[in-house]
């Protein structure tokens, strides 16, 4: 059983969409393993006038009871407390920090307390300097905040929203929210990589040809267009959840397995990704927009509600990043992602280079063609590992066969996988801080991204260029044959 937890829980915009999806399924899921039982409270705060019990029906009601019974989701939600709140109004804040300081009296949770913002972005700088202002810090206890992602819009705007916050708030306890950062095949690129050693002993540009992460979505914007518009591919997906990727593929191994080790890492290989010149986005990024798809009757994006009819947002970005260190030099690594693919799919497909040395390139044994070997590293949907080596099928004589070696794990073990916003508030609960990003990796994943955003925003590109149920513009595959390389996931190769 988990080591109960104490703390009051605030949670600003907490009648909102990501509190009813994600949060409170979340904590319930903590609620029933035990991290939280008696001594926890959690504060909802928005505009509209809720009352508690109004709130606690509407924390049940999203509570999936998979794992709970009645009973135990409503003695969960005699946790819950409401209380309207503006974010500007500064007397708020001062009923605000009453109501926490009560709950911690009632609930005996240890003067700790999680501020998590579940707010538009505009309004983070706004929460915590008057978190500041209105000294609702405890002094005794931790004090811990959680900020939804995105983090900026770029790097300018990620500095000031970063010394605001870091007015009132350590380093150590901020918790920047990347929730690819708490899928568990994410989670587990550090252990494939670090304990395995014929692995580790491969992991660089020796051996490896080029590195593909893919990022891929069927699904349109949808409900998401208005925001969407504000943001596009490169902001969504790129600046955080495939760096995210790329670093824990990519950085050195720390010296021991610590947040702040592996943040180092992970910001020192940030630090080394090339920059590129206007001529080089262009050489080294590609950008695509869907357009309509007459045969399934979908729209394509500019059709969309809050999209503008010449809106030049993308919805996908392949590129080609460059890392300058001894390890990667001159190893490509490819990012993709994009909306309406033809397949939903998260992975990493690491490509070796053919030995050099092919000693069945005789006349005896013509026929001996080996193929790259792969390793993919699959996290979405099905997660698992798959190595694709060459081999001889028996009666065939030395003829090669690409055969694959598949590990998924078994369907028990996946049942009880957790959710990333699960595991994500255990380690906010616990105050782990690896599966977070700190401001460093922020900083330089920033500095990189912007570089292909200033480009892109001097340049009209010619939107729509790619139809739904594809794997983006023909310039995409293009990026990789110029190459010699190709995308290992794709038509021919869909598991
Ligand atoms: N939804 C997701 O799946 C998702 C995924 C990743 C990241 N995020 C991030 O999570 C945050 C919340 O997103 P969301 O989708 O949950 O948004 P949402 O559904 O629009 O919720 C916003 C919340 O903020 C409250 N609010 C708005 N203005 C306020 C004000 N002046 N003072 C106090 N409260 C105010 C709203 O309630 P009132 O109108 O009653 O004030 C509501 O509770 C955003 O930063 C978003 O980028 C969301």
Known sequence: MAQEQRLIFIIFGGSGDLAHRKLYPA?????????????FAVIGTARRQWSHEYFRQTVMESVVADIGDQEQIASFAQHFYYQSHDVNDAEHYIALKKLSAQLNDQYSAGNNQVFYMAVAPKFFGTVASHINSEHLLNEQGFNRLVIEKPFGRDLASAKALNDSISKTFAEDQIYRIDHYLGKEMVQALPIIRFTNPLLAAVWNNQYISNVQITLSETLGVGERAGYYETAGTLRDMIQNHALQILGLIAMDRPAEFTASAIHDQKSKLFSQLQLYSA????????????????????????????????????????????????????????????????????????VFKPEANNIFATKLAKIVRPRPVVLSLVIEPKQGIQLLLNATTPGNGLRTTLDELRFQPPAASLADSQEAYEKLLIDIVEGNQTNFTNWSEQYYTWRFIDRIRKRWDEVQPDFPNYCSNTFGPEASDQLLKKDSHEWIFGTDYLE
């Open 279 to 350: 001529e080089q986005v262009d050489q080294n990024f590609v950008r695509g927009q869907y357009g309509p798809d007459a045969k399934e009757y979908q729209q394509g994006y500019r059709e969309a509600d809050n999209v503008a009819d010449d809106s030049n947002t993308e919805t996908f970005v392949a590129g080609k990043i460059l890392i300058d260190n001894d390890t990667w030099q001159g190893v490509p690594f490819y990012v993709r992602s994009g909306k309406r693919l033809r397949r939903k799919a998260t992975r990493v497909d690491i």
């Open 27 to 39: 904590l319930f899921k903590l609620y029933v393993k035990g991290y939280l039982r008696q001594h």
